[in-house]
Antibody
């Protein structure tokens, strides 16, 4: 059974940095791409970034390009999101999500983590 | 950037059929996925590649995609189906896009 468990959320001051982790189990981690998606409280879903199964391709939404960095450790089955220059509008629940496609990216995310709250406030 | 538009809310009586539209430019040329999200929970994939249901998703959920509109249809709606529903697609600029979401109320 596929499980995605996130950690690292919390409160950070504007301009600060935070690193989120997503540990995966129950799947062949190195065969799938992963995404980060966020949801401001009471709002809709916003895709942030994608990393290919081998880490060789990374895509970012314009809203986080240059501030957020996605990476993965296929030996440890861990997905990471490094966030810097954080702003109050980055306050949201952050989810890691597995791409449905084997090796290639698809427009469908079939497993999601439980989500963790990141609050950017002084 | 590509945009998907959904109505903010729809309502349905138990046992009836409800359709939730998702519109975007030439959406028929793209694959669409749909997610259900209940309060305090993570999204759940219920439709992918326009019409396919993942294992475990009830058959009362179906999807279609034609022209500029993809549609999620729930046949024989149950109270347990009350949730927020989001459509999603993948743009050629390598961005994944979500619709704004539709709150389904089962009256």
């Amino acid at each position: 059974q596929v499980q995605l468990v996130e950690s690292g959320g919390g409160v950070v001051q504007p301009g600060g940095s935070l690193r989120l982790s997503c540990e995966a189990s129950g799947l062949q981690f190195n065969k799938f791409g992963f995404h980060w998606v966020r949801q401001a409280p009471g709002k809709g879903l916003e895709w942030l970034t994608y990393i290919r199964h081998d880490g060789g391709r990374k895509d970012y939404a314009a809203s986080v390009q240059g501030r957020f960095t996605v990476s993965r450790d296929n030996a440890k089955n861990i997905l990471l999101l490094e966030m810097s220059s954080l702003r109050p509008e980055d306050t949201a629940f952050y989810y890691c999500a597995k791409d449905y496609g084997l090796v290639a990216a698809t427009p469908a995310f079939d497993y999601w983590g439980q989500g963790m709250l990141v609050t950017v406030s002084s | 950037s590509y945009e998907l538009t959904q109505p903010p809310s729809v309502s349905v009586s138990p046992g009836q059929t409800v359709s939730i539209p998702c519109s975007g430019d030439k959406l028929v040329d793209k694959y669409v996925a749909w997610y259900s999200q209940k309060p305090g929970q993570s999204p759940v994939l219920i439709i992918y590649e326009d019409t396919k249901r993942p294992t475990g998703i009830p058959a009362r959920f179906s999807g279609s995609n034609s022209g500029n509109t993809a549609t999620l249809t729930i046949t024989g709606t149950q109270a347990v189906d009350e949730a927020d529903f989001f459509c999603q697609t993948w743009d050629s600029s390598n961005e994944w896009v979500f619709g704004g979401g539709t709150k389904l109320t089962v009256l």
